[in-house]
């Protein structure tokens, strides 16, 4: 039924004409869909029809209130890099490093008796890593110690410390490279090399055992050797880059040069002890008045070292003000800090900054998170040539918000922005920042509606 | 006789308007001026009116469903099923005194069907849209105490739609009276917001109600020439709308209020004039809405009553096919449509040009019709829009033979 009247007069005719008339109908609407559009979020008109029921503003003038905390102690074992030398500014006062570590007991291989001596050393390859002036002499000593290096439930701190005998058997000056990275400085100890390698040769029973061999040797402490050292040097720690060598030769024609590797022992056995003395800087007093000062006491600065654990608080008295204003949502809260103008000349700014929460009694509590559950880490911005508006930025709406979230604001409940947990026990790297020009700020973005 | 058939197409019926209405109620417009009140307004012309300027209150319903007048439906063919499918795609270009831009947007329109039921009564049902709503504005905005600026984006979406249900009266021979019975619902959807701050601020009106609208064709044969007159009315009406304000921000949605409101929908009058010999139609509409006594809360304009006015023709491509199912129609036509608001006192008429032709597919009864649009709306007077567009419709008409195999049986 669908076919009737169907036959080829009627084919032709419906190819002919509707085709005809159908291209130019296609062709136009190609040409109306493909050419270009303006794209959707660059359609602006009729914009003035509106009357916008929202409002937004950004607020800085929040008071954020800064202190300086000294923390007890960090963990500074098994981190891989021991680190040694000294170091004094008017601001931050002095450090003095001294790396721990022990070294690893082995089954010696028995030397020919014609094996004769030739030196020792330890081994320290630089890891890259430098605080102070790296363009002065650097001298450093190596003691050893009188008891052995015993972890408090597995740790080492930088308040640690073992004792070691006053004598000094071995020394070194340098001018310190440390962007060589892997390139070895050698700290010789000629007498003690050869103590031990007459003990390895005639078989000692001091190397019998691990006990006896930690009874012997029961560990070094790398310490700066002078008080006009500039700088503090990091070295790579494990048991391939920290090292005795004892070097030695076959007495024949045709000496053959021979050595005995001994490696660095237990990875929690090194560690970093920190000396710092805050006498005569604005942190003078800072262990009297209960490791805390507010900047007002401290030239309006906050301080944050690794190491000696000085951690910026930032507190908000009058963010709960907010609190009074109706119909508000906060779609953006940024704290901005800037580091003091010309405190980083020598000291490169921390590449990334974290920042935790703390409470009224000063820990250090869990670190704040971005929105896929990453620590928050500020990013830095910095003009090169002009060196303003060097500052770090953090977004930390997620804090702002829940602490907003029950219509009370904890003032105790305040942030510390900090280094990353490893920079933090493993580097002297540090940040001066001011509260009162440039002010640390948080900038609210403010929607009302 | 007539119930079994019913309910057989009834399920279809509800089928096919289901599966339109999913795609429908998401259906949008590409316009400024869709901002205010209930959006752009679609007009009730479908099919071939498209290509004749909108015109078609006088038609009487042929090959095709004449939904502008429910009185036309008693001139369905009493062998046929008709079912009409119809999209509409756009390319819109917007200018003001400083800027161009454009846009294009394409949707599905309407679903609807229409059959004799027997030789006084027949009945159309289906899915139209009344009103749409669709732009997405990127304004500047201050972000303050600060100097800096940041996009808010305004955009709406949603439109008013209808799922009706009308019967046509053949009174006399040459009289007839129609109604429909409409169910409008839908939603205005506004929304502020911004991509760079994540917050959007969004007010939705649903609104809905009943509505009837009426129709009367009176067809005056002398010789050849038949001479038709329509006309069409539906009454004021309240839409009942309920309406909540929300804001979204990271933090989650809260909503500000929830309220509702009085949107008015204005008394509609229209008259057409048509004159028809064998498959050569020409027709004349006149429309009048009565919307100003409506009154929109937004200071930026007023309402009037606006006038259409349109004309269109259609006749047969000549040759050996004319009076065959293989015949090709031509059609062309024009609509001047005065806006229903004053936006600073500036009116934003419309008007358009049409050509359509009507293409048999191949071995069937069905039909392709095709019409491109070419129109204007709005002025760049005192700092408004004016929007060039050139819009081209599909309209697929299906045609079956249900009835009569159903008398075969």
Not at chain 1, 38 to 48: A, C, L, R, S, V
Not at chain 1, 65 to 84: E, F, G, M, Q
Not at chain 1, 287 to 309: A, I
Not at chain 2, 79 to 84: G, K, N, R
Request: aromatic fraction near 12%; hydrophobic fraction near 35%; charge should be negative.
């Amino acid at each position: 039924m669908k076919g009737n009247g169907e036959g080829k007069e009627g084919k032709q005719i419906f190819s002919f004409t509707s085709v005809f008339l159908l291209i130019p109908i296609i062709f136009v609407t190609g040409l109306i869909f493909i050419s270009s559009c303006t794209k959707k979020y660059e359609f602006n008109m009729g914009q003035d029809f509106f009357d916008s029921q929202t409002r937004l503003q950004v607020i800085d003038t929040f008071s954020v209130n800064l202190s300086t905390v000294l923390l007890d102690s960090l963990k500074t074992s098994s981190t891989k890099i021991a680190l040694a030398g000294n170091y004094r500014d008017d601001i931050f006062g002095s450090v003095n490093v001294g790396a721990y570590f022990d070294l690893g007991y082995q089954d010696f291989e028995d030397i020919e008796d014609k094996a004769i001596y030739d030196s020792a050393a330890f081994s320290l390859r630089y890891n890259g890593y430098s605080y102070g002036d790296t363009t002065s002499l650097l001298k450093l000593d190596i003691h050893m110690l009188t008891e052995n290096i015993e972890p408090y439930s597995g740790y080492l701190y930088n308040t640690s410390s073992f004792d070691y005998s006053p004598e000094v058997i071995g020394s070194v000056s340098f001018y310190p490279a440390p962007e060589s990275v892997d390139t070895a400085v050698y700290l010789p100890v000629n007498a003690l090399g050869e103590d031990l390698f007459n003990k390895i040769r005639d078989n000692d029973e001091n190397l019998s055992n691990s006990e006896l061999f930690s009874d012997y040797l029961k560990g070094f402490i790398i310490t700066s050797g002078s008080p006009d050292n500039k700088s503090v040097i990091g070295f790579t720690a494990d048991d391939d880059n920290l090292k005795l060598i004892i070097y030695y030769h076959q007495d024949a024609e045709e000496p053959e040069l021979k050595e005995i590797t001994i490696s660095m022992g237990q990875e929690n056995h090194q560690f970093n002890s920190v000396k710092f003395d805050h006498t005569n800087t604005p942190l003078n007093d800072i262990r009297t008045e209960g490791n805390v000062m507010p900047s007002t006491r401290t030239d309006n600065y906050g301080f944050l070292q690794g190491m000696v654990g000085l951690i910026p608080k930032l507190q908000f008295p009058t963010l709960q003000e907010i609190l009074a204003v109706q119909r508000w949502k906060i779609l953006k809260a940024e704290l901005v800090l800037e580091p003091v103008y010309e405190s980083y000349d020598l000291f490169r700014l921390p590449e990334n900054l974290y920042i935790y929460d703390t409470d009224r009694e000063n820990r250090v509590n869990t670190i704040l998170l971005d929105d896929k559950g990453n620590p928050l880490t500020a990013t830095l911005a910095q003009d090169d040539i002009y060196e303003e508006e060097v500052r770090y930025t953090y977004d930390i709406t997620k804090f702002i918000n829940d602490e907003l979230s029950d219509a009370y604001f904890d003032y105790d409940h305040g942030l510390m922005p900090g280094l990353a947990d490893d920079d933090f026990t493993s580097s002297l790297d540090r940040l001066l920042i001011e509260c009162k020009y440039p002010p640390i700020k948080l900038r609210i973005y403010f929607l009302t509606y | 006789m007539i119930m079994p058939r019913l309910l057989k197409n009834s399920a279809l019926i509800l089928s096919l308007l289901l599966s339109g209405a999913g795609t429908l109620l998401a259906q949008s417009t590409s316009s400024p001026y869709s901002i205010f009140g209930i959006g752009i307004l679609e007009g009730n012309s479908i099919g071939p009116s498209k290509g004749m300027g909108g015109t078609g209150i006088a038609f009487l319903s042929d090959m095709s469903v004449n939904s502008m007048n429910p009185a036309s439906y008693s001139g369905i063919d009493s062998l046929l099923t008709i079912f009409e499918v119809g999209i509409f795609g756009k390319y819109s270009s917007f200018t003001t005194l400083q800027d161009k831009q454009s846009d294009v947007n394409a949707n599905l329109k309407y679903v609807l069907m229409g059959f004799r039921v027997n030789p006084r009564l027949a009945t159309s049902f289906g899915f139209m849209p009344v009103s749409s709503i669709g732009y997405n504005i990127n304004a500047k905005a201050p972000i303050e105490g600060t100097n800096q600026q940041y996009i808010e984006t305004y955009s709406g979406t949603g439109g008013v739609n209808q799922i009706y249900g009308g019967a046509s009266f053949k009174i006399l021979k040459n009289l007839s009276l129609g109604v429909n019975a409409a169910y409008l619902f839908g939603n205005i959807t506004r929304m502020e917001s911004s991509a760079a701050f994540d917050y959007s601020y969004k007010d939705v009106t649903y609104v809905a109600n009943f509505d009837f609208n009426y129709g009367l064709n009176y067809q005056l044969k002398i010789k050849k020439w038949k001479y038709n007159l329509g006309i069409i009315y539906s009454r004021s009406k309240d839409l009942r709308t309920k309406n909540t304000t929300t804001i979204t921000t990271p933090t989650g949605t809260q909503t500000l209020k929830e309220y509702t409101y009085d949107y008015s929908i204005p008394q509609n009058l229209g008259a057409g004039i048509a004159v028809s010999k064998g498959f050569f139609r020409a027709g004349i509409d006149f429309e009048r809405s009565d919307w100003q006594n409506i009154e929109f809360t937004n200071v930026y304009f007023q309402t009037r009553n606006s006038n259409r006015y349109s004309f269109g023709a259609e006749f047969p491509l000549p040759g050996d096919r004319k009076g065959t199912g293989k015949m090709i129609f031509l059609r062309f036509g024009g609509e001047y449509r005065q806006s229903y608001l004053l936006v600073d006192n500036v009116a934003i008429d419309g008007g358009t040009l049409t050509l359509g032709t009507g293409l048999p597919l191949k071995g069937t009864l069905n039909a392709i019709n095709v019409a491109l649009e070419f129109g204007k709306i709005g002025t760049t007077k005192r700092g408004l829009i004016r929007e060039d567009y050139i819009g081209i419709h599909l309209d697929m008409s299906l045609r079956d033979l249900w009835f009569r195999k159903r008398m075969y049986d």
